[in-house]
């Protein structure tokens, strides 16, 4: 069974970079026909799902976060990390990874990220 784990910082100064990664088991991010995603949830609001990283690298993002949305992969450390640039305040959250084949859908723990100065 695959297990997703989210790590970063929990606390990010506003107009920088915020990045998380993702560290997968159980089985591979090359696996074929596996998507990866990043969503967050802020604080009394529902889930809203930022991006993917597809088996084969290929990335889709929100169209509203698209300009600030980074995603990527370190498929020696069977990882994906997400890069959100120039945050505010909004983007405090709780992030989570999450992993979809088709028929089954993982979810990391998630990892509560603060913007604040």
């Known amino acids: 069974q695959v297990q997703l784990q989210e790590s970063g910082p929990g606390l990010v100064k506003p107009s920088q970079t915020l990045s998380l990664t993702c560290t997968v088991s159980g089985g591979s991010i090359t696996t074929s026909y596996y998507a990866w995603s990043w969503i967050r949830q802020p604080p009394g609001k529902g889930l809203e799902w930022m991006g993917v990283?597809?088996?084969?690298?290929?990335?889709s993002y929100s169209p509203s976060l698209k300009s600030r949305t980074s995603i990527s992969r370190d498929t020696s450390k069977n990882q994906f990390s997400l890069h959100l640039s120039s945050v505010t305040p909004e983007d405090t959250a709780v992030y989570y990874c999450s992993a979809d084949d088709g028929w089954h859908n993982y979810w990391g723990q998630g990892t509560p990220v603060t913007v604040s100065s």
């Open positions: 990283i597809d088996y084969d690298g290929s990335t």
